[in-house]
Structures are given as C-alpha cells and as structure tokens.
C-alpha cells in the first residue's frame, strides 16, 4: 500500500493503475470481485479507536482500504450517493474484514475492525480526488 496526494477515479472500474481495474490478479486478491467495491473508504477514527481500546496501532497504510477519512461516520452513508472532490459515489455496503490483514500485519486486528472496517462504494462519476477533498451529501 502507498499513500498519494491524489487518485484519479474511472467511473464503473476503480482507481487508475489498481490491480482490481486493471484486471491483473498480483498478490492477494479477491475471488470475489464485485460491482460495488471499486473504492473503500475507512475512517481514520477506527484507527484511533483500535489504538485506545485494543493496545495495537495502525497506519492509513496498514488497512488495505484506499482512502482513508475523518470527521464522517461512514456507515450512516450505506445506500447513499456522495461526492469526493468532482467524484460521486454510490455506497454499497459496509466492508468486511479478512483474516489475510492478520497475516500481513503480524497484528490481531480481525475482531477489532469487525463492524468498522469502511465502506464499499461504485464510482458513478470519476475524476480526480484530492487529500484535502471534503465528503458531502449528494
């Protein structure tokens, strides 16, 4: 995982240069593909939060999710359209975690991000977001 300023966003495929809207199967990768997870959102909160609670700390690099959020609880936007920057997104359902971020990390992480491990979401408008780009209501 790399952190960027930027992502430019293609409208029904994902992010530009990621091995899922590219199609290439590198590393681990998902046997279980789906419409509604062109993009995963997680909240920076979470990682506060797994830190206080569970003793363990995590960087925005270490959640495998792309973007990393604060100030928006993002299970409230389930089913809802949004806007990233020109982007517009439609959220899908919230994101499950996989024992694979365990073996990665060497951390126990599984059950703490259990029920906040972000949110998937179709890109309905691509474009461009920024690291400054604020979230809002469609």
Not at 29 to 52: C, V
Not at 59 to 67: C, F, L, S, T
Not at 80 to 92: I, K, S
């Amino acid at each position: 995982m790399s952190s960027d300023n930027e992502l430019e966003l293609i409208a029904g495929k994902g992010i530009a240069g990621d091995r899922y809207c590219l199609g290439r199967e590198e590393g681990f990768y998902s046997q279980k593909p789906e419409d509604g997870r062109q993009i995963t959102f997680f909240e920076a909160e979470t990682l506060d939060a797994i830190e206080r609670d569970y003793k363990i700390t995590m960087r925005p690099e270490d959640h495998r999710r792309n973007v990393t959020t604060r100030g928006v609880p993002l299970n409230w936007l389930v089913h809802r359209r949004f806007y990233v920057g020109e982007c517009l997104f439609e959220a899908t359902r919230l994101s499950v975690p996989c024992k694979h971020i365990e073996e990665i990390l060497g951390k126990p992480v599984f059950n703490p991000m259990v029920h906040r491990s972000g949110l998937n979401c179709r890109i309905l408008i691509g474009g461009v977001i920024r690291l400054e780009d604020e979230i809002r209501p469609a």
